[in-house]
Each structure stands twice: as C-alpha cells, then as structure tokens.
C-alpha cells in the first residue's frame, strides 16, 4: 500500500452532510491507473488538509469504492494507507462506545458504538489484493470509511436518545 505523502495531491473540498451523494453507494474502482493514483494523492492532501484520520472518495465527490487513513490503533501504532473496492469481513470484539466525529459533519463529535475489532479485504491501486486488521480507534476508522461507502454517515449507527440529541445538534449547527 502506498503511504500518504504529504505535498502530493491537490486538496479538494469535503462534501458535507446534506450532499446526495454522501447517501449514495459507491461504485467499485474498475480503472487502476495514474488517474487512480492521482486520486489517491488529492485523498490524502484533503484528509490532511482537514486534519483527519480517514477519508472516503466520495467525501470529495468522487463516488468510487475507495478511502484513505492515517490513524493509530489502541496500542499506539500508525496505519497509513488505502484501500479500493474494500470488503468489511469482520466487526467484531467487545463494543466501544466512545466518541467519533466526520469531515462532512464537521465540528460534532458523538458517542458512537463500534466493534474493537475489524477486518478490511480489498485492493490497492495497482490491483494487488491487500487485508488490513484494525483494533482500537483504526478499527472504528475502518468500520465509519467502509459505512461511508455503501452511502452511510456515522450517525446512522446512532439510536434513541444518542440519535435524536446528534440530531437536533445537526440541526442547530446547521449542516
């Protein structure tokens, strides 16, 4: 997997809640060539740019199975790469509730459940098979990017009062 260079890429505008094509499933990457790479690149510049640890492709509008991370795990370890036409194969493990926040909701953060563990399965962008296993806080980042994909938002995975208070604060901020 490529790592995430910084200065490489052009930053492109995060799509914010409300944009349709964030509640859109994504199609599979189909063409691995300089174009994908190039957008490999642009992920991570915006990502940076941003000050996040995970983006999705169609965060920048780009409606491709396709994100970016550069996060730790619970034991402190940095995971930097991607993944196209990923596949969560597993989520699993005790249940965290802890908070979480979105580029395309940005400035909220929610008390969110999410599994310790996950398993990603997909390619990179020469095609090559690749499987990432994720504990801690890279295991949320791999379940809220795979949900991104299949046209979700993290406050999807909220119920009762956690949904109806990430609502109404939604609202309030106006996204």
């Given at each position: 997997?490529?790592?995430?260079?910084r200065?490489?890429?052009?930053?492109r505008?995060?799509?914010?809640?409300?944009?349709?094509?964030?509640?859109?499933?994504?199609?599979?990457?189909?063409?691995?060539?300089?174009?994908?790479?190039?957008?490999?690149?642009?992920?991570?510049?915006?990502?940076?740019?941003?000050?996040?640890?995970?983006?999705?492709?169609?965060?920048?509008?780009?409606?491709?199975?396709?994100?970016?991370?550069?996060?730790?795990?619970?034991?402190?370890?940095?995971?930097?790469?991607?993944?196209?036409?990923?596949?969560?194969?597993?989520a699993?493990?005790?249940?965290?509730d802890?908070?979480?926040?979105?580029?395309?909701v940005?400035?909220?953060?929610?008390?969110?459940?999410?599994?310790?563990?996950?398993?990603?399965?997909?390619v990179?962008?020469?095609?090559?098979?690749?499987?990432?296993?994720?504990?801690?806080?890279?295991?949320?980042?791999?379940?809220h990017?795979?949900?991104?994909?299949?046209?979700?938002?993290?406050?999807?995975?909220?119920?009762?009062?956690?949904?109806?208070?990430a609502?109404?604060?939604?609202?309030?901020?106006?996204?």
């Open positions: 997997m490529s790592q995430g260079n200065g490489r890429g052009t930053v505008p995060i799509r914010r809640l409300g944009d349709p094509v964030l509640r859109t499933a994504c199609d599979p990457v189909r063409a691995f060539d300089a174009s994908l790479e190039r957008l490999v690149d642009d992920m991570f510049a915006s990502m940076y740019e941003a000050h996040g640890a995970g983006l999705a492709a169609n965060q920048i509008g780009v409606p491709l199975r396709l994100f970016v991370y550069d996060c730790d795990d619970d034991r402190g370890r940095r995971h930097v790469g991607h993944v196209a036409n990923p596949v969560l194969v597993a699993d493990g005790e249940i965290l802890e908070p979480e926040g979105c580029l395309s940005p400035g909220l953060n929610f008390s969110t459940p999410r599994h310790a563990h996950a398993v990603v399965e997909g990179d962008v020469k095609g090559k098979p690749v499987r990432i296993e994720g504990t801690g806080y890279f295991a949320r980042c791999l379940q990017e795979c949900g991104h994909l299949d046209g979700g938002v993290y406050i999807d995975v909220l119920s009762g009062d956690a949904r109806r208070d609502m109404r604060a939604i609202r309030a901020a106006d996204l």
